[in-house]
T-cell receptor, first 113, second 112 residues
Framework: DAGITQSPRHKVTETGTPVTLRCHQT?????MYWYRQDPGHGLRLIHY???????DKGEVSDGYSVSRSKTEDFLLTLESATSSQTSVYFC????????????FGEGSRLTVL | EDKVVQSPLSLVVHEGDTVTLNCSYE??????LLWYKQEKKAPTFLFML????IEKKSGRLSSILDKKELSSILNITATQTGDSAIYLC????????????FGKGTKLTVNP
C-alpha cells in the first residue's frame, strides 16, 4: 500500500474556526490531491499540486487554500470553516501524469457545527 | 462541464450472481476512463481504459469502454460478499492536468 497518512482522521469544530488537514506521503510522488466526498456528490477535487509550491484549483476550491512546501506534505486549510464544509476529505497521490491512477489516504472526517 | 453518470446508484444481489455496473460520460476531450473500488475507507484503483485499451480483465472483474456510446461497463461474475463496496467511475480529460471527474458511485451489496 502507498504510504499516505492523513491527520487528523476525525475532527469536530465550530463555524468560523480555522482548520488545517495534513497529508503526508512517503512515496516521493510528484502529484498530490485533495478531494471531498459527500453523499449524492461523489468525489470532487478541491485542489491539487504538481510539485513543491505548484498548486492549482479543482472544481470546488472556494473556501479552501493549500500549501506544499515539501514533496511529502500537502496541507489543506479552511480559513473559516462553514457547515457546508462538513465532509470526508481524501488526500491522494500519483507518481506519473496521464494515468489517472491515484493512491488514496484513509480520509479525514470533518464536522463543522 | 464534464460529467460522469453511474447507474444504478445501488444494487443488492446474492452471492454467485453476475452484476453489470454502468458509467456514461460527457467530457470535452476524453483521455481515459477509470474504475475504483471503495470499501470502507480509501478508494482503490481497479482499471484504466483508453482508446488503445478498451477492455480490461482481472479475475472475476472485467470492464469495457464503448467510445461510440461514451460509456463503460464493469462486470463482476460469481459475486462474493467481499465484492460489497461502492464502485466509482472516473474520467480523465485531456489537457495536461490530472483532474479526474468522478461519478457518484454504485453501491453494491452482495448478500450470502
Amino acid at each position: 500500500d502507498a504510504g499516505i497518512t492523513q491527520s487528523p482522521r476525525h475532527k469536530v469544530t465550530e463555524t468560523g474556526t480555522p482548520v488545517t488537514l495534513r497529508c503526508h506521503q512517503t512515496e516521493n510522488h510528484r502529484y498530490m490531491y485533495w478531494y471531498r466526498q459527500d453523499p449524492g456528490h461523489g468525489l470532487r477535487l478541491i485542489h491539487y499540486s504538481y510539485g513543491v509550491k505548484d498548486t492549482d484549483k479543482g472544481e470546488v476550491s472556494d473556501g479552501y487554500s493549500v500549501s506544499r512546501s515539501k514533496t511529502e506534505d500537502f496541507l489543506l486549510t479552511l480559513e473559516s470553516a462553514t457547515s457546508s464544509q462538513t465532509s470526508v476529505y481524501f488526500c491522494a497521490i500519483s507518481e506519473k501524469v496521464n494515468t489517472g491512477e491515484l493512491f488514496f489516504g484513509e480520509g479525514s472526517r470533518l464536522t463543522v457545527l | 462541464e464534464d460529467k460522469v453518470v453511474q447507474s444504478p446508484l445501488s444494487l443488492v444481489v446474492h452471492e454467485g450472481d453476475t452484476v453489470t455496473l454502468n458509467c456514461s460520460y460527457e467530457v470535452t476531450n476524453f483521455r481515459s476512463l477509470l474504475w475504483y473500488k471503495q470499501e470502507k475507507k480509501a478508494p482503490t484503483f481497479l482499471f484504466m481504459l483508453t482508446s488503445s485499451g478498451i477492455e480490461k480483465k482481472s479475475g472475476r472483474l472485467s470492464s469495457i469502454l464503448d467510445k461510440k456510446e461514451l460509456s463503460s461497463i464493469l462486470n463482476i461474475t460469481a459475486t462474493q460478499t467481499g465484492d460489497s463496496a461502492i464502485y466509482l467511475c472516473a474520467v480523465l480529460p485531456q489537457g495536461g492536468s490530472e483532474k479526474l471527474v468522478f461519478g457518484k458511485g454504485t453501491k453494491l451489496t452482495v448478500n450470502p
